[in-house]
T-cell receptor, first 113, second 114 residues
């Protein structure tokens, strides 16, 4: 089955700096890659996703890139703000799995003011 | 849209008691997922339903756990009898039954078994 590895497990940045979180996946048939943000005491919230027919997608300060050949994808947050502090999860799924997702282990991002 | 609704938000119970967690998915979504989150094991998929039918329950840890979805707008996860190692946050998520769509999570139920 699919395996998703996420790095780093913790990331501390200064406010205004950029943050990058990376994930690798094992199943070359994976074609949908969402990212979730989980704030303390809340459920994971879908913040951006990318499908295998595109290499990059942006939404204001966040962007995702996908390298299907290398089987890795990344989340980029620019001009970080204290409210970006949360745990971020990547995930992957394949058409064969319907809408089941395999999640990475999570990255705790801390943005220092 | 109210989003996915879960109840209760917090549950404290004694070992051996029955616990029932409830979920109302987003209206129109026809897939529903139950997850468990702990520090040690991260986010684990327990079971998921498509059109009210259980599709994959391989993540259910043991027979003490059961889940039902009697209709499109309601699901329950039951633990009987509960044990301290069941303490975790339980999330329900819903989505459309289609590849390449995101799941939308509820706020979770924090379960503590003493």
């Amino acid at each position: 089955g699919e395996n998703v590895e996420q790095h780093p497990s913790t990331l501390s940045v200064q406010e205004g700096d950029s943050a990058v979180i990376k994930c690798t996946y094992s199943d070359s048939a994976s074609n949908y890659f969402p990212w979730y943000k989980q704030e303390l005491g809340k459920g994971p919230q879908l913040i951006i996703d990318i499908r295998s027919n595109v290499g990059e997608k942006k939404d204001q300060r966040i962007a995702v890139t996908l390298n299907k050949t290398a089987k890795h994808f990344s989340l980029h947050i620019t001009e970080t703000q204290p409210e970006d502090s949360a745990v971020y999860f990547c995930a992957a799924s394949t058409n064969n799995a319907g809408n089941m997702l395999t999640f990475g282990g999570g990255t705790r991002l801390m943005v220092k003011p | 849209d109210a989003g996915v609704i879960q109840s209760p938000r917090h549950e404290v119970t004694e070992m051996g008691q029955e616990v029932t967690l409830r979920c109302k998915p987003i209206s129109g979504h026809n897939s529903l997922f139950w997850y468990r989150q702990t520090m040690m094991r991260g986010l684990e998929l327990l079971i998921y339903f498509n059109n009210n039918v259980p599709i994959d329950d391989s993540g259910m840890p043991e027979d003490r756990f059961s889940a039902k979805m009697p209709n499109a707008s309601f699901s329950t996860l039951k633990i009987q009898p509960s044990e301290p190692r069941d303490s975790a946050v339980y999330f329900c998520a819903s989505s459309f039954n289609s590849p390449g769509v995101g799941q939308y999570f509820g706020p979770g139920t924090r379960l503590t078994v003493t």
